[in-house]
């Protein structure tokens, strides 16, 4: 008579048997997995360094940018400050003594600096404005008066006080104009007015 003991439920499978030559084709590719995840982690590893690596070389290309940005402008303006250095050279130690011709010579540097300092902002995208006749507009233009004028519809700039300038399409300082009222009433004064209303 046998017991319930004597046999274990086999649910229809067959028994594994492990035989040496699974058990080394097993460890082959145990070892092979093992190989490629150490690759793997190596090549995570790398990825990660140069990542890092580019990381800084893109903080420290960053720094440089922005310290060294306005090397090429700055250096314009010291060609600027050349021509206003040879300007002011012309001008003798007292100014009582400068002949009229030095006082010419002097006028001719200083509008020489000047043309040499627009052009300078121009190549940096920096323009002059100066709307003398042009209509008046609020975004690019600043009324400090409004005068009748001569020859100078309504609502244009009859005088300009003080040029502006911008960079791109971004004002860096309006022009300060004077606002014609128009033609201006027989007998009445030419003079501006401040304008109570801007």
């Known amino acids: 008579m046998t017991s319930d003991n004597d046999y274990a439920p086999n649910d229809g499978q067959p028994e594994e048997q492990t035989t040496p030559e699974a058990a080394e084709a097993s460890a082959g590719k145990i070892a092979a997995l093992e190989d ?10 790398r990825l990660a360094a140069e990542l890092e690596n580019t990381r800084r070389r893109a903080d420290r290309e960053k720094q440089d940018a922005s310290r060294y940005a306005i090397a090429s402008f700055a250096r314009d303006l010291v060609n ?49 404005i100066d709307p003398k006749g042009e209509k008046f507009d609020p975004n690019l233009h600043q009324a400090v008066a409004q005068a009748p004028a001569a020859g100078v519809p ?37 003079g501006a007015h401040v304008d109570t209303t801007a």
């Open 36 to 45: 490629e995840v150490a690759a793997l982690n190596d090549r995570i590893l």
């Open 80 to 128: 600027v400050a050349d021509i206003f250095d040879r300007a002011l050279q012309t001008l003798p130690p007292d100014p009582a003594e400068a002949s009229p011709e030095t006082l010419s010579g002097f006028a001719a540097g200083v509008r020489m600096t000047e043309r040499s300092l627009i052009a300078a902002l121009e190549r940096h995208g920096v323009k002059k």
């Open 154 to 190: 309504a609502g244009h700039v009859a005088e300009t006080a003080q040029t502006g300038f911008i960079i791109g399409d971004r004002v860096l300082r309006a022009a300060m104009v004077v606002v014609s009222t128009g033609e201006p009433a027989n007998g009445a004064p030419n």
